[in-house]
T-cell receptor, first 116, second 114 residues
Framework: AQSVSQHNHHVILSEAASLELGCNYS??????LFWYVQYPGQHLQLLLK??????LVKGIKGFEAEFIKSKFSFNLRKPSVQWSDTAEYFC??????????????FGKGTKLSVKP | EAGVTQSPTHLIKTRGQQATLRCSPI?????VYWYQQALGLGLQFLLW???????NRGNFPPRFSGRQFPNYSSELNVNALELEDSALYLC?????????????FGPGTRLTVL
């Protein structure tokens, strides 16, 4: 069965520190990869997505992620975090069903707390 | 363009009752997905509807069911509520005919079972 694992449950950083959140998935076929963010009291928003092409993907708010197929990884990075990045981050994968994309499979999420 | 809407925002039920949650997708989006976000369990896939048919369901008991209407809105029904059903229920939509597309999420319905 497909699965997604996120390495860290809770990460605490000071402002201006660099961020890397790990994500690994298990699925040998074609996948679409996503990072979603849930700010306190808000609904899930898409940070970035990878479908194909350049494995380095840039998203909103200065976030980027690198797809490494050989490692089944899709790690999220940001060079310098801000207090406003405090949120929960979810890595997700979707597989194809009969040529159409299916439901998302999420990791358990990583809570990021940024200290001002 | 209006986003995904869900109703009600909050729902309080007692054990054994039934709950009905509703979702309206973005105009033109034919696929609707339901996810459960329970404390400590992350986001788990519940159900996927497209063009009025159930396309896939997650590892949940049959008392979780739903349907999709001709206007692509959807309803999630939870029968015989149990305490552990307390969670945030999220609805998402996508253009399934687009092979590569993201899912857009609604604000969720917070279900509390007492």
């Amino acid at each position: 069965a497909q699965s997604v694992s996120q390495h860290n449950h809770h990460v605490i950083l000071s402002e201006a520190a660099s961020l890397e959140l790990g994500c690994n998935y298990s699925y040998g076929g074609t996948v679409n990869l996503f990072w979603y963010v849930q700010y306190p009291g808000q609904h899930l928003q898409l940070l970035l997505k990878y479908f194909s092409g350049d494995p380095l993907v840039k998203g909103i708010k200065g976030f980027e992620a690198e797809f490494i197929k050989s490692k089944f990884s899709f790690n999220l990075r940001k060079p310098s975090v801000q207090w406003s990045d405090t949120a929960e981050y979810f890595c997700a994968v979707t597989a194809y069903y009969g040529g159409s994309q299916g439901n998302l499979i999420f990791g358990k999420g990583t809570k990021l707390s940024v200290k001002p | 363009e209006a986003g995904v809407t869900q109703s009600p925002t909050h729902l309080i039920k007692t054990r054994g009752q039934q709950a009905t949650l509703r979702c309206s997708p973005i105009s033109g989006h034919t696929s609707v997905y339901w996810y459960q976000q329970a404390l400590g369990l992350g986001l788990q896939f519940l159900l996927w509807y497209d063009e009025g048919e159930e396309r896939n369901r997650g590892n949940f008991p049959p008392r979780f069911s739903g349907r999709q209407f001709p206007n692509y809105s959807s309803e999630l029904n939870v029968n015989a509520l149990e305490l552990e059903d307390s969670a945030l229920y999220l609805c998402a939509c996508s253009l399934v005919k687009a092979v590569r597309d993201e899912q857009f999420f609604g604000p969720g319905t917070r279900l509390t079972v007492l």
